[in-house]
């Protein structure tokens, strides 16, 4: 009974994450309230409450949620990243995930466009997804890092310059492609800027 209760509880905390992103989409983050997020799945408002003490902490783990499964996705379609190779398909993964995913897209239109993002509400949620905010930059420079000490990429190289070039590249690629602001393809356009910003700079430091 307990395992069973455990699950329900689970599968209610993912019904309010949803219908959260429903109503934050439809309405605004701020204008969006418990009592309609409770009603727009028939829970009531202390169901809500249960799980998250406030719209900050929702928002958290909404955010979490969405970057979790999406690292589950990619360890599972690239499990080690050691090298340059790795590296770009694991980008290409990705890429072709929020492509293909539309609850996916819809949640990264909400979150770089739609979001309402005061300075108070910014720090709240860094703070409270401080350890896997970055992921795909610290997993970027990390791999480069370790490539760079095994001799595989010359000291000339600058890694950190090189990974924040490339995650803003990466940034400005995923919000041409969730507003449909370009005619070119989404993977082809990341598969050729992985090549230009990264294996370029690593040729060419050598």
Not at 19 to 41: M, N, R
Not at 51 to 66: M, T, W
Not at 111 to 135: F, N, P, R
Not at 195 to 202: F, M, T, Y
């Amino acid at each position: 009974m307990a395992r069973r209760t455990k699950e329900e509880a689970e599968q209610t905390r993912q019904a309010i994450l949803l219908a959260a992103l429903d109503l934050f989409c439809e309405k605004g983050y701020s204008k969006t309230t418990f009592d309609e997020i409770a009603k727009h799945i028939n829970f009531t408002k202390g169901a809500v409450y249960w799980h998250f003490r406030n719209k900050p902490d929702l928002l958290i783990a909404l955010i979490r949620e969405v970057i979790i499964r999406i690292e589950n996705h990619l360890k599972k379609e690239v499990p080690q990243v050691s090298s340059v190779e790795d590296l770009k398909k694991y980008f290409i993964c990705m890429a072709k995930l929020i492509k293909s995913n539309a609850q996916l897209n819809k949640f990264m239109f909400f979150a770089l466009y739609q979001m309402e993002w005061s300075e108070t509400i910014y720090k709240k949620v860094k703070h409270g997804l401080d350890d896997i905010l970055d992921l795909p930059f610290k997993l970027l420079k990390e791999t480069l890092t370790n490539l760079q000490k095994s001799g595989e990429i010359s000291a000339n190289v600058n890694v950190n310059l090189i990974s924040e070039i490339f995650i803003c590249f990466w940034k400005g690629a995923i919000g041409q492609e969730i507003t449909n602001s370009t005619n070119v393809d989404f993977i082809d356009f990341v598969d050729i800027g992985f090549d230009r910003l990264i294996s370029n700079a690593i040729e060419g430091g050598k």
